[in-house]
C-alpha cells in the first residue's frame, strides 16, 4: 500500500460514524446523484449482468442503493473501519475491504462500477492505471459512473478536504483519462453546488465498447 493510501485509509477510519450520519438520508436530498444513479441502475439491467461494484463505498449507503434499484452490488473499500460499518448497517449485502487500484475481482465480470467521489484523493498521475483497473474488471459493454469535483481550471486543483487532502479535475481532462483507458462517454452533469470551495459536482457515464 502507498503512502498516500496508508494516509486515506486512517483519515477515513478516523471519521466512520460521522462520515456514516451526513449520509444517513442516502440521496433523498441529492436528486442529480439520484438521477445518475437510476440511469445507470436502469442501463446496466438493460445490460443484463447484474453484478456491480461500489468502489470506495465507504459505509455502504450507495451500495444498499444499487440493490434496491434491482442490481447485485459488491462495496469494497480500503478503510477496515468504513467495511465493518457497512457490514453492520447492511447485514444482507457483500463488503469487502480492498483498494480500488487492485480489485479482488475477475476479468469481464461485472456489468457495473460505481465510484461516487471515491477517486478524490488519488493521486492525478495515478488516475490512468486506475481506470484501467476498473475497465479490467467490466464485461464488454459494461457501465462506468464516475462522480466528483469538477474544476473550471486547466489541470487538476490539489485542496484540502475535510477528511483528507483530495483533487478537483477539470471534466475534459478527466473523459479525456476515461478514453484513453478505453471507454466510451455518454453523459456528463455538472451542477452546483458541490460546496463552500466553488467547485461543481461532476458526474460522468461511460461504457466499454
Ligand atoms: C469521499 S468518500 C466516498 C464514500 C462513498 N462512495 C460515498 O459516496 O459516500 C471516499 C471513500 O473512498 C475510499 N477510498 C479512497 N481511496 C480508496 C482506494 N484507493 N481504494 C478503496 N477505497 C478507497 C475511502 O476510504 C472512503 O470511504
Known sequence: MTDHQNETRAAYDAVVELYASMFADRLETRPFTRAMLNTFAELVRDGGDLRVADVGCGPGHLTAVLYDLGLQPYGFDLSPGMIDHARAAHPTLRFEEARMECLPVADDTLGGVLAHYSM?????EELPALLAEQARVLVPGGLFLVSFFATGASEPVRFDHKVTPAHSWPVD??????????????????????????????????RLP
Open 120 to 124: 478524490i484523493h488519488t493521486p492525478p
Open 173 to 206: 481532462r478527466f473523459v479525456d483519462l476515461l478514453t484513453d483507458a478505453g471507454f466510451v462517454v455518454s453523459a456528463r452533469l455538472l451542477h452546483d453546488p458541490a460546496s463552500e470551495r466553488g467547485f461543481l459536482d461532476a458526474h460522468v457515464l461511460a
